[in-house]
T-cell receptor, first 117, second 116 residues
C-alpha cells in the first residue's frame, strides 16, 4: 500500500522569504501523480501543484515549485516570496496512474504553515 | 472550471438520528466520487470510493452499515450517517473525478457535522 509522510507538523516563514515543505512517499508503482494541496481555514481544498512521476522536470506554478526526487521518493514544495495568504495547512498527496480505485488520493498528515509579517 | 457542490455545509443533529450529505458535480459527469473524513488539525482520511451504479468500496475500518453511500447518478453521491453518535462529529469532504485516469479531482467545500 502507498503511504505519504510529512515530517514537519508546523513551519513558519517570514513574509517575502522562502520556505520548503518536505514530503516522502512509498510506492511500488513506477507511474503515479504527486500533488500539493493547500487547505486554508475555510477548509476548501485548493490544488497548488501537480507532478507526473514520468516527467523528470520539476513542476512550477508561479511562486510554487517542487523538487521531485523519484529514486529517493521525495517530493518537497518550495514557496518563494511568501505572502500572508499562503498561511494554511499543506497536504502532500499521492495518486495512482491508472483508473478505478487508484484514482483515490492518499494524503500525508499535513504541515501547518504560518507566515509572519 | 468544474464545480462540486456539497450540501449542507453545516449540520447539527441529535444522537441516534441519521443525517444525509449530498455531493453534486454541477458541470461534469463524475464516474467516481470519494468521501473523506477530517478531524480537527488532522489529515483527510478516505472513507469510501463510490462508482455510479455500483456498490461503494469502503476502506478498512469504516463501517459500511453506519456510513451509507449511494451514487445513483453520474452527478450525485450521498453519504448517510446512520444512528449518529457524538464521535461521528467531524468534517466530511467529497471529491469527484470525471472519466479517465488522469482527470483531475475536484473537491466539495465540505460538511461540518456536529452530533449532540
Amino acid at each position: 500500500a502507498q503511504t505519504v509522510t510529512q515530517s514537519q507538523p508546523e513551519m513558519s516563514v517570514q513574509e517575502a522569504e522562502t520556505v520548503t515543505l518536505s514530503c516522502t512517499y512509498d510506492t511500488s508503482e513506477s507511474d503515479y501523480y504527486l500533488f500539493w494541496y493547500k487547505q486554508p481555514p475555510s477548509r476548501q481544498m485548493i490544488l497548488v501543484i501537480r507532478q507526473e512521476a514520468y516527467k523528470q522536470q520539476n513542476a512550477t506554478e508561479n511562486r510554487f515549485s517542487v523538487n521531485f526526487q523519484k529514486a529517493a521518493k521525495s517530493f518537497s514544495l518550495k514557496i518563494s516570496d511568501s505572502q500572508l495568504g499562503d498561511a494554511a495547512m499543506y497536504f502532500c498527496a499521492y495518486r495512482g496512474f491508472y483508473g478505478g480505485a487508484t484514482n483515490k488520493l492518499i494524503f500525508g498528515t499535513g504541515t501547518l504553515l504560518a507566515v509572519q509579517p | 472550471g468544474a464545480v462540486v457542490s456539497q450540501h449542507p455545509s453545516r449540520v447539527i443533529c441529535k444522537s441516534g438520528t441519521s443525517v444525509k450529505i449530498e455531493c453534486r458535480s454541477l458541470d461534469f459527469q463524475a464516474t467516481t466520487m470519494f468521501w473523506y473524513r477530517q478531524f480537527p488539525k488532522q489529515s483527510l482520511m478516505l472513507m469510501a470510493t463510490s462508482n455510479e451504479g455500483s456498490k461503494a468500496t469502503y476502506e478498512q475500518g469504516v463501517e459500511k452499515d453506519k456510513f451509507l453511500i449511494n451514487h445513483a447518478s453520474l452527478t450525485l453521491s450521498t453519504l448517510t450517517v446512520t444512528s449518529a453518535h457524538p464521535e461521528d462529529s467531524s468534517f466530511y469532504i467529497c471529491s469527484a473525478v470525471q472519466g479517465s485516469y488522469n482527470s483531475p479531482l475536484h473537491f466539495g467545500n465540505g460538511t461540518r457535522l456536529t452530533v449532540t
